[in-house]
């Protein structure tokens, strides 16, 4: 069965520090988010991505972070200049389509666990 | 208060059902979801109910919701060691949810 890939599975970075998250969504799906979840909090929308643009994106996806799709198969997240407080879990998400669809269609990652010093 | 909510902790001994509960304050909320997470993994989607609707029953997860209270819960039948993750309640009117804290479901023998 096709799943949504992360990698790393875990990343300690310095504050400061530029950090990318990698996925591999599903291959025939077109809507990419992200998502994260610090530690004891609950999951929190970041961005959602389609036909190599932002479509939608949250209070906390400020000037610090980006996404990009850099070839067909990779979605990226970066973050410029890591806070302490960015230390979380972040999710990667993929969907078929959004015409008609819900977020019953979103397939999520394993997830990308940032810690930073 | 937070949007969605849940109690962080569950414990059940195998065999037994669990209620897990979550409460809401958006009414406009057109769709109402739980999700699972095993460990390593990513969010699975379990279950979702319609607003309209007030029971959902799919083999042994029971989704009821009171729409009055804004009150979601699931039942897991014959609760399994299986089944032991942290279950997220969402509530979306879009295709983008909005997840409560997780609940841990500990099944112990």
């Known amino acids: 069965e096709p799943e949504v890939t992360q990698t790393p599975s875990h990343q300690v970075t310095q504050m400061g520090q530029e950090v990318i998250l990698r996925c591999v969504p599903i291959?025939?799906?077109?809507?990419f988010y992200w998502y994260r979840q610090i530690l004891g909090q609950k999951v929190e929308f970041l961005v959602s991505f389609y036909n190599n643009e932002i479509s939608e994106k949250s209070e906390i996806f400020d000037d610090q972070f980006s996404v990009e799709r850099p070839d067909g198969s990779n979605f990226t997240l970066k973050i410029r200049s890591t806070k302490l407080e960015d230390s979380a879990m972040y999710f990667c998400?993929?969907?078929?389509?959004?015409?008609?669809?819900?977020?019953?269609?979103?397939?999520f990652g394993p997830g990308t666990r940032l810690t930073v010093t | 208060g937070e949007d969605v909510e849940q109690s962080l902790f569950l414990s059940v001994r195998e065999g037994d059902s669990s209620v897990i509960n979550c409460t809401y304050t958006?009414?406009?909320?057109?769709?109402l979801y739980w999700y699972k997470q095993e460990p390593g993994a990513g969010l699975q989607l379990l279950t979702y109910?319609?607003?309209?609707?007030d029971m959902k029953q799919d083999q042994r997860l029971t989704v009821l919701l009171n729409k009055k209270d804004k009150h979601l819960s699931l039942r897991i039948a014959d609760t399994q060691t299986g089944d032991s993750a942290i279950y997220f309640c969402a509530r979306g009117g879009s295709y983008i949810p909005t997840f409560g804290r997780g609940t841990s479901l500990i099944v112990h023998p």
């Open positions: 958006d009414s406009s909320s057109t769709y």
């Open positions: 291959s025939n799906h077109l809507y």
């Open positions: 109910i319609f607003s309209n609707m």
């Open positions: 998400a993929s969907s078929p389509g959004l015409a008609g669809a819900t977020v019953t269609e979103q397939y």
